[in-house]
């Protein structure tokens, strides 16, 4: 059958051409009145080598990261309100460049912190409300200001502080934290004045305790106190890549019920503890690289003992929450309604304390501490010595505390309990690695060397002698290695332990004296000066003397 041919109809339409020149130009106007609102709008900043933009919103100085959502946030928004169209990824990349190299090359330099920011001026803490006020701390009080220059940039979900009152009694503070040890409540004291120090080096602490003991409780409750957000407990990340990213939003690290600490992570919390960058690259498919760094306080929970190796151990406060008896407990509501209602009073505490230890801190040995937190031990005797109890009553706390934390950490290593059952029965050993191991594995149980942390080979064996060398010198056990060009030889030597003693501090420097002298101290506590806002004083405290199976020791009552 012969197919039927289709008779076509062309049907022309008037069509509307633009002219591609005309587009082009309109695009470059538009383009154009972006670059220059922005050019009029942002101030630009750098602190090291991260950028920062900053606008003025009615009284409030707003500052962001160049590289951060709120910085695309503030660009679509002034794209959006010139042209009622979103902002295209291209020009959005285009902005940011443009906005990175003009702070590079132009942008004033200057110190921009995350929550908490120390100048010269005193500490500054950024209480990242809806007016952008800042809580600025001296040596003689606090007050609230509106700066009109970078001090804070903000990042994620981060939470605002309650404007601190006078008035807060430390035995109601002590109320919300089971806490209950004299000596772990003046540690925990400090460790909350060093993290709002920014830049200090601030212990890693860990809350321990069994089921039923508030350790998440405290956790969220230390952090909710200086460093409020959203999210206040995590669970810890998987690789330092992550542990990283996250301090990038978070001024306080808190991770909630751990098993334990492992080998990979150890290394990267005291990276993170002292201060250190990550760098890796930006994306997968180009060779640019990005560098993370990041100091940050950090706080970990959980049931068991979880840090075991002597790096983090010597970085570390351990407190242990006993078990709360079912009468004393409360529910969530009524607790954390009365929690609310008490936070101004208790940020007042804790700035009383910044300021206390601001008085004190030029006058603390600078060198000649035995642990490598100085800046906490500083800060800590700083703060025994302001609130009377002396210099002496921080460093027995912190001694005791690091002594307790090395012994849990050794007996971690089975190659340690094996050594310790060897030296029972020897005063000392002399010979190669390859023996020792030989030797400790007939004086450990099967249980030790089933262990994975049980050495194979002998230069692991000398990997773990070195790295708890530290903790057994505290048990008076001294670890040698000599070599010669055959052999590795290992010399140990059991001495008579000798009891650790805290010197007491029986008479002050003569600074501290003339401090008196001058007014600025009274009794071994800070008196406030006037500023133009409320300032807190420091409250006058009692403290009796009693034996404790310690020893003596003094108690706030």
């Known amino acids: 059958m012969p197919r039927k041919k289709l008779k076509l109809e062309s049907v022309s339409e008037p069509v509307t051409v633009v002219e591609s020149g005309e587009e082009a130009k309109k695009d470059k106007g538009i383009l154009g009145r972006f670059y220059a609102e922005l050019e009029a709008r942002v101030q630009l900043f750098k602190d090291g080598e991260t950028f920062f933009g900053g606008v003025q919103d009615g009284e409030a100085f707003k500052v962001w990261r160049l590289d951060s959502k709120e910085a695309t946030r503030f660009l679509q928004e002034v794209f959006y309100t010139q042209t009622r169209r979103p902002l295209n990824q291209t020009t959005l990349s285009d902005a940011k460049a443009m906005l990175e190299m003009r702070a590079a090359k132009e942008g004033k330099s200057c110190k921009v912190g995350l929550r908490f920011l120390r100048r010269a001026g005193g500490v500054y803490l950024d209480l990242c409300n809806e007016a952008y006020q800042v809580l600025h701390i001296t ?47 003046l540690l925990v004291r400090a460790w909350l004045v060093t993290a709002l120090m920014a830049e200090m080096n601030v212990p890693l602490l860990v809350l321990s305790g069994e ?222 690695a390859s023996d020792l191991l030989k030797l400790l594995g007939g004086a450990a149980d099967e249980y030790m060397k089933l262990s994975q942390r049980w050495p194979k080979q002998p230069n692991y064996l000398v990997q773990t002698l070195n790295q708890i060398n530290p903790a057994l010198r505290q048990r008076g056990i001294v670890v040698e290695f000599t070599r010669t060009s055959e052999k590795r030889w290992v010399k140990i030597t059991k001495q008579d332990l000798v009891k650790n003693t805290v010197t007491t501090v029986t008479n002050r420097s003569e600074q501290l004296n003339q401090a008196v002298s001058n007014g600025q101290l009274h009794d071994g506590k800070a008196l406030s000066q006037p500023l133009p806002s409320p300032i807190p004083t420091v409250q006058s405290q009692r403290f009796e003397r009693y034996d404790g199976d310690d020893g003596n020791r003094s108690k706030i009552i």
């Open 139 to 185: 040596g003689t009080g606090w007050q609230v200001i509106q700066p009109q220059e970078p001090f804070f940039y903000r990042r994620g979900e981060m939470q605002a502080l309650p404007l601190p009152q006078n008035g807060g009694d430390w035995g109601e503070f002590w109320s919300f934290l089971n806490i209950p040890k004299d000596s772990h409540r």
């Open 211 to 432: 089921q039923g003991s508030a350790k998440s409780s405290a956790s969220r409750i230390l952090r909710q106190l200086i460093d409020p957000h959203k999210h206040l407990l995590h669970n810890m990340p998987a690789s330092e890549h992550e542990l990283f990213v996250s301090a990038q939003g978070h001024a306080v690290l808190a991770f909630d019920n751990m098993s334990r600490v492992n080998a990979a992570m150890s290394n990267a919390l005291c990276k993170l503890i002292t201060g250190s960058s990550y760098v890796t690259r930006k994306l997968y498919q180009d060779s640019e690289e990005v560098c993370l760094e990041a100091k940050r306080p950090i706080i970990i929970n959980g049931i068991d003992d979880l840090v075991e190796k002597q790096d983090l151990i010597s970085r570390t406060v351990m407190v242990h929450l006993p078990p709360i008896p079912e009468a004393n407990m409360q529910t969530e509501m009524v607790f954390y309604k009365r929690l609310e209602a008490a936070r101004p009073q208790m940020l007042g505490l804790i700035l009383v304390d910044v300021q206390v230890v601001l008085n004190l801190l030029p006058l603390m040995p600078e060198a000649g501490f035995s642990s490598r937190m100085a800046d906490y031990t500083r800060v800590g005797m700083a703060l025994a010595e302001g609130i009377g109890l002396g210099q002496a009553a921080f460093e027995e706390a912190f001694q005791e505390n690091r002594l307790f934390a090395t012994e849990t950490g050794l007996m971690a290593e089975p190659v340690a309990e094996a050594l310790l059952l060897y030296l029972k029965r020897y005063t000392q050993y002399e010979g190669s």
